[in-house]
């Protein structure tokens, strides 16, 4: 009895790596995820916490008992918990990668779309300090801009000396020089646009 205790204890410290793996790769995936996004522009941390959670939940959850069971089929000598267990490190290790790799790959468009938000903004503000009216004028550094389309479109408002009113302009950024047309006097906390990048 002693001897089947130690070698199940064995096989349980041999087996001990996917929910170690779970807890500091999900931490690490959420970093990822919130500073080299594969999607769309950079999200809040917590966001980025429940989707890497997501992930790897997934992971362990479905793919690691198939996996698991593919891996017994090779060494058939391995229990059922400790196949599916190694299966799992190894797949969590594999989202990790498939993250890093889908940031690094997408890190490009968002560099594009900050560079150009960043361009919308001071054409937005330098429109509206040169061609608004005298209330909204004086308030053209203070301006905020918001995304409309990304990489494309945006929106720069500047708003009266009682912040009652607006002045905006549409930006466009997408041609060999940036665009500018007057957009209203909504705010932009009227709308719901794209994610906002550039209130300030």
């Given at each position: 009895m002693d001897r089947e205790r130690l070698t199940r204890w064995r096989w349980r410290l041999r087996g001990a790596w996917m929910w170690p793996a779970f807890g500091g790769l999900t931490v690490l995936d959420a970093v990822l995820l919130h500073v080299l996004p594969f999607q769309g522009d950079k999200a809040d941390l917590v966001p980025s916490v429940l989707v890497a959670a997501l992930f790897n939940l997934l992971a362990v959850a479905v793919l690691a008992p198939l996996a698991g069971w593919l891996v017994r089929r090779r060494r058939p000598d391995l229990p059922r918990m400790i196949a599916t267990d190694y299966a799992g490190a190894a797949i969590l290790v594999l989202v990790t990668l498939a993250l890093?790799?889908?940031?690094?790959?997408?890190?490009?468009?968002?560099?594009?779309?900050?560079?150009?938000?960043?361009?919308?903004?001071?054409?937005?503000?330098?429109?509206?300090?040169?061609?608004?009216?005298?209330?909204?004028?004086?308030?053209?550094?203070?301006?905020?801009?918001?995304?409309?389309?990304h990489g494309r479109l945006y929106r720069t408002c500047a708003s009266d000396l009682d912040g009652q009113r607006a002045w905006c302009v549409f930006v466009r950024t997408d041609g060999?020089?940036?665009?500018?047309?007057?957009?209203?006097?909504?705010?932009?906390?009227?709308?719901?646009?794209?994610?906002?990048?550039?209130?300030?």
């Amino acid at each position: 009895m002693d001897r089947e205790r130690l070698t199940r204890w064995r096989w349980r410290l041999r087996g001990a790596w996917m929910w170690p793996a779970f807890g500091g790769l999900t931490v690490l995936d959420a970093v990822l995820l919130h500073v080299l996004p594969f999607q769309g522009d950079k999200a809040d941390l917590v966001p980025s916490v429940l989707v890497a959670a997501l992930f790897n939940l997934l992971a362990v959850a479905v793919l690691a008992p198939l996996a698991g069971w593919l891996v017994r089929r090779r060494r058939p000598d391995l229990p059922r918990m400790i196949a599916t267990d190694y299966a799992g490190a190894a797949i969590l290790v594999l989202v990790t990668l498939a993250l890093l790799a889908g940031g690094i790959a997408h890190h490009s468009v968002v560099s594009r779309d900050s560079s150009r938000l960043r361009t919308a903004t001071v054409v937005g503000e330098a429109y509206i300090g040169h061609n608004a009216p005298s209330p909204f004028r004086d308030n053209a550094l203070t301006a905020t801009t918001v995304t409309v389309e990304h990489g494309r479109l945006y929106r720069t408002c500047a708003s009266d000396l009682d912040g009652q009113r607006a002045w905006c302009v549409f930006v466009r950024t997408d041609g060999s020089a940036p665009r500018v047309r007057f957009a209203g006097n909504e705010p932009n906390s009227s709308f719901a646009p794209i994610k906002d990048l550039g209130d300030h």
